[in-house]
Nanobody, 122 residues
Framework: QVQLGESGGGLVQAGGSLRLSCATSGRSFRLTDAGWYRQAPGKGREFVAGISWSGGRTLIADSVKGRFTISRDNAKNTVDLQMNSLKPEDTAIYYC???????????????WGQGTQVTVSS
């Protein structure tokens, strides 16, 4: 079982920025594709961004394209999500997960961290 830990969330005004980080204690994480999802209260989990194991390919959801970027540092076993120009509708708990990235689709594994809360005020 891979252990995941999300951090970096907080309260920010609309138009502000946050950088989320996902850290894993397992060696296998660096060998897999990875992604970020988010879940607002009463809503299902929504795909945000994915990245290949090498970092060479990324997939960004249309709702955040141009504002969010995903990156990884395999030497540190971390996957980051840089969030700029935040909007109130970005408010959610954000989760990271290993999975499989194809050209137009990300397939998550059933492994999740505790999540980190992002709240964007008007």
């Amino acid at each position: 079982q891979v252990q995941l830990g999300e951090s970096g969330g907080g309260l920010v005004q609309a138009g502000g920025s946050l950088r989320l980080s996902c850290a894993t204690s397992g060696r296998s994480f660096r060998l897999t594709d990875a992604g970020w999802y988010r879940q607002a209260p009463g809503k299902g989990r929504e795909f945000v961004a994915g990245i290949s194991w090498s970092g060479g390919r990324t997939l960004i959801a249309d709702s955040v394209k141009g504002r969010f970027t995903i990156s990884r540092d395999n030497a540190k076993n971390t996957v980051d999500l840089q969030m700029n120009s935040l909007k109130p509708e970005d408010t959610a708990i954000y989760y990271c997960t290993p999975g499989t990235l194809v050209i137009t689709t990300y397939h998550p594994a059933n492994i999740w961290g505790q999540g980190t809360q992002v709240t964007v005020s008007s």
